[in-house]
């Protein structure tokens, strides 16, 4: 079973930037559209970026020009470049395929606060 760990949150001050990556165990990023996804408290799960293998990318409207996603299948990793941070960007990123779970279970996630 493939895992995917998470790393790079932290707390950040608002219009602040972090870099999020998330490592696959196998050679299985260019093989699937990954996501990241976010969970606020008392909010449910959502996609906010996602790459197709070929590279095409899509956003939520609440990250639109703020967020990049990109990916590198030579290192399994996928990245999402977070600038001009918002307190409601506050949550816990994971990445997953999307949709989630074809190649496996979430992983524990790495918490992003933004906050002053």
């Known amino acids: 079973q493939v895992r995917l760990v998470e790393s790079g949150g932290g707390l950040v001050q608002p219009g602040g930037s972090l870099r999020l990556s998330c490592a696959a165990s196998?050679?299985?990023?260019?093989?699937?559209?990954m996501g990241w996804y976010r969970q606020a408290p008392g909010k449910q799960r959502e996609l906010v970026a996602s790459i197709t293998g070929g590279g095409t990318t899509n956003y939520a409207d609440s990250v639109m020009g703020r967020f990049t996603i990109s990916s590198d299948n030579a290192k399994n990793t996928v990245y999402l470049q977070m600038k001009s941070l918002k307190p409601e960007d506050t949550a816990v990123y994971y990445c997953?395929?999307?949709?989630?779970?074809?190649?496996?279970?979430w992983g524990q996630g790495t918490q992003v606060t933004v906050s002053s």
């Open positions: 196998g050679s299985i990023i260019r093989f699937h559209a």
């Open positions: 997953q395929t999307v949709p989630p779970g074809l190649i496996g279970s």
